[in-house]
């Protein structure tokens, strides 16, 4: 239970979240999945406070200044969620479809939940639509609320009452990615509502279950019921990468894996459980095919609504409406680890998929997945062919109808796999990669060239000048922003020191040719605010960032410069409307080449603990920064000696500062050595460990990239 005091008013908020075992520090419980129970909230606040809880409209009565809200019994729920939200929340209400809908926020954000009420209301109205259809099973109760909370991290799909971060409230009118990550996160919490919320998982270790389902049903829901239909090629584009690093890191594990406890449970909220579950449930959706996949739903939310279940509950339906035999395939993609490789051998006539499986594991995993054909003609590479194949063992030969001059593998993205092109391919693939036809095969030459990079087969220099072909094309506006951040990353993380200053002015060039595009111009003002280094990029990026978020984009990249002035900093403080705009203040100046800038932030983040996990991420970005690791590394010391206190203060505060924290930069040559030795001491959480070993391999290979020039 959390108190949040809003800054510009000192108004109060409180709220609650209990995943995974935090109820019992609430109120007495047996706190886990499998014993549910119904819940009779009864809430005593001060008379002006408004209350959510799960099952809607509460009695409320009111005695000498303070207000009872006794709600009605919620269903058999787990201990996890059951929500109370109080405060003097605004509330804005809309019935849609037969569904009284609420949105609330505190008062100082009132013009921004006002601005984007309409797209919000629109977006839950779709969603409850889509998924009672597809799961033939109505949500069940006419009230749907979703709070968003300060000091909150990302959400929680409390049945009937979704808890956000109130930052997910954009403070400026938001950019296409962020209205399109708001939209999946709507749709992946609301996805509980059937697949968690209604029937739950009974032990932990089937913890994917939830969260790798809600990740593959939101970006389902939001290709086929929002304006957000290039969200395949946005995952490929982001979250996807990071799955692929989560597998390649030697934390990688099963994507269901025997938990002893909660604390191992809280170790993997991670990447794997995330959005490799995703992909692999989008292979699985590939393999039995859609409808039978649809049909299998239906079947297990009628036989389990508000109980518990198990994996083989689910593949029993799937199997049953697919009329396949199951048991290999989860063996394979749900009980082992690592990422199989493919690669193309091109022979005159014909072809053969190579398979092979990562160190440890003797045999790779059923694929089905697709290779397409491609023929160069006048400027665009033309589908000429798709090659539909199941892969069932080491070597898959398959004949096309006629030649190609790029093969591109796992077309459509269908699968979970590395990719190893062959050498023709892969060469049209980094000089041509923007001429493909489609979103996702544009952003499969971009993300095949990221993987080459992680690996060690390719480097910064390559990787940024196969992104500016494709970028230069791209015109779904799912991937731009994420690609520019992945191009700058190349640039400013894995290039020499010597070829840094040189790539990160080819990528902010690349954001001003974008920018004169006004569908682009956001992402690539935002991409310039990253980048910019030479005098005229500074100058275009000054005149262009007007509104008040790329702003301080702005001052913080000044910052990164060392030429960041401090009253331009605290006149946009004084400019700023937003409440929390101190806490962008202190992402700026925590990038500042300066002791007493590192000190005041170490102090702010670490010490004070007065950043929410939601904003940690920016900050650290700002405070670990090449070229000062002279500065930041007694901070990184300091880091190994606190890894015992990350995980004194729940899951999302964990996560938080071993993940977002992370020290990109700074230590000695063996400091990485020291840090994964001192992760693994009995007293440090899993959820720390797991992440610090994760972030350390990273960090190795960024360090092996810089070496090859």
Not at 320 to 346: H, I, K, M, N, P
Not at 449 to 475: F, I, M, P, S
Request: aromatic share 10%; charged share 25%.
């Amino acid at each position: 239970m959390h108190r949040a005091v809003d800054p510009s008013d000192g108004e109060v908020y409180v709220w609650t979240t209990f995943e995974p075992d935090d109820a019992r520090w609430v109120f007495a419980c047996f706190d886990q999945p499998d014993l549910k129970a119904v819940f009779g909230i009864t809430v005593h606040v001060p008379e002006p406070w408004l209350v959510t809880s799960n099952t809607g409209d509460a009695i409320v009565s009111t005695d000498n200044g303070v207000s009872t809200w006794r709600y009605g019994d919620t269903p058999r729920l787990s201990t996890y969620v059951p929500v109370v939200n109080a405060g003097p929340f605004v509330e804005r209400r809309s019935t849609r479809n037969g569904y009284d809908l609420g949105l609330y926020a505190r008062r100082s954000l009132a013009p921004v939940l006002d601005r984007d009420a309409e797209e919000l209301f629109d977006l839950t109205a779709k969603g409850l639509a889509f998924y009672g259809e597809q799961f033939a099973m109505a949500f069940p109760q006419a009230r749907y609320d979703q709070v968003f909370a300060p000091e909150f991290g990302g959400a929680m799909e409390n049945y009937g009452c979704v808890t956000w971060s109130d930052t997910i409230l954009f403070r400026d009118p938001p950019s296409y990615v962020e209205r399109e990550l708001r939209a999946l996160v709507l749709l992946h919490e609301m996805a509980h509502m059937w697949f968690g919320d209604m029937v739950t998982m009974r032990w932990w270790d089937d913890l994917w279950l939830n969260e790798s389902f809600a990740d593959w049903a939101c970006a389902w829901a939001a290709a086929r019921c929002t304006e957000f239909t290039d969200v395949a090629a946005g995952f490929l584009a982001d979250d996807k990468q990071d799955a692929y690093a989560a597998d390649a890191a030697p934390t990688t594990h099963p994507i269901r894996q025997a938990l002893v406890d909660v604390a191992a449970a809280e170790a993997t909220f991670d990447d794997i459980t995330y959005p490799k579950g995703a992909a692999v449930l989008k292979q699985l959706v590939a393999y039995v095919g859609e409808d039978a996949f649809v049909v299998a739903l239906r079947r297990y939310f009628q036989r389990h609504a508000w109980g518990n279940t198990t994996l083989d509950d689910l593949v029993a339906e799937v199997a049953e409406a697919s009329g396949r035999d199951l048991t290999g395939w989860v063996q394979g993609w749900l009980e082992t680890s690592g990422t199989d490789r493919l690669t193309l051998e091109v022979q005159d006539g014909g072809g053969t998929l190579v398979t092979t499986p990562p160190e440890g594991r003797a045999a790779p995993l059923p694929h089905g997945l697709r290779i397409g054909a491609y023929a160069e003609r006048g400027d665009g590479l033309t589908l000429v062919e798709s090659l539909p194949l199941e892969v069932t063992g080491e070597r898959t030969p398959f004949e096309p109808g006629g030649a190609a001059d790029l093969w591109l593998v796992n077309d459509d993205d269908l699968t979970f796999a590395g990719v190893r092109p062959d050498p023709a391919s892969l060469e049209l693939l980094l000089t041509r990669g923007g001429d493909l036809p489609t979103a996702v095969g544009r952003t499969l030459a971009l993300t095949t060239a990221w993987r080459l990079l992680y690996d060690g087969e390719l480097t910064a220099q390559q990787l940024v000048d196969c992104g500016v072909h494709v970028l230069q094309r791209e015109t779904a506006d799912s991937v731009v922003e994420p690609q520019l951040n992945r191009l700058v990353e190349a640039a400013d993380h894995w290039a020499p020191a010597s070829a840094r200053g040189g790539l990160l002015s080819q990528v902010a060039d690349l954001c001003l040719e974008l920018a004169a595009n006004p569908d682009r111009r956001m992402a690539a003002l935002r991409g310039l605010a990253d980048s910019a280094i030479t005098p005229a990029q500074l100058e275009a990026l000054a005149a262009q960032a007007t509104d008040i978020d790329l702003r301080w984009r702005r001052l913080t990249r000044l910052a990164e410069l060392d030429q960041l002035e401090e009253s331009d900093v605290e006149a946009l403080l004084a400019e700023d409307p937003n409440p929390d705009a101190w806490m962008s203040a202190v992402r700026a100046r925590a990038a500042r080449p300066t002791a007493e800038a590192k000190a005041e932030t170490w102090q702010t983040t670490v010490e004070q603990r007065r950043l929410p996990p939601s904003i940690i991420r920016r900050v650290g970005r700002s405070f670990w920064r090449p070229g000062q690791e002279g500065l930041v590394t007694p901070y990184a010391e300091r880091f190994l000696a606190s890894l015992e206190r990350f995980g004194d203060a729940g899951m999302l505060w964990a996560l938080g500062m071993s993940r977002s924290f992370y020290p990109a930069v700074g230590g000695g040559a063996d400091f990485v050595d020291r840090l994964c030795a001192a992760a693994g001491a009995d007293g440090v959480s899993p959820t720390v460990r797991n992440r610090v070993l994760e972030l350390s391999d990273q960090r190795r290979r960024r360090e092996a990239a810089r070496s090859l020039g």
